[in-house]
């Protein structure tokens, strides 16, 4: 039996707020607007805008301390191809989770 694990960091909570919506959650609408909307969830993460908002206004800064433990407390290594970081990852878990925190600006390069 082949089997494709593929991971991808759809929704997140940070102080009680959520952020990201699941497909099931997502508003009826006409089709091409579902279509617009499904295409947004498969590429992953959609909460984006509100987080980057969010944590703008943050003046507690607990944004971005969830963003960089996601970003550092993992075993991905990192390693540099023609100048794009390629992650490493014993698991798809690891994977998305450090990809979603480098969406978000938290990039991980490097072990020291």
């Given at each position: 039996?082949l ?12 102080g009680g ?9 997502a508003?009826?609408k006409?089709?091409?607007d ?10 992953g ?10 944590r ?24 540099s ?16 989770l ?6 978000a600006?938290w ?6």
């Amino acid at each position: 039996t082949l089997t494709q694990n593929d991971m991808a960091l759809r929704r997140l909570s940070i102080g009680g707020k959520k952020y990201g919506t699941f497909l099931s959650e997502a508003p009826k609408k006409s089709l091409q607007d579902k279509v617009e909307v499904q295409g947004l969830l498969e590429d992953g993460f959609n909460g984006g805008k509100q987080l980057e908002a969010d944590r703008a206004s943050s003046p507690s800064g607990s944004i971005d301390r969830f963003l960089e433990i996601l970003a550092v407390s993992h075993t991905v290594m990192a390693t540099s191809k023609d100048g794009e970081l390629i992650y490493e990852a014993e698991s798809p878990d690891e994977y998305a989770l450090v990809k979603a925190a480098a969406n978000a600006g938290w990039e991980f390069k490097s072990r020291k």
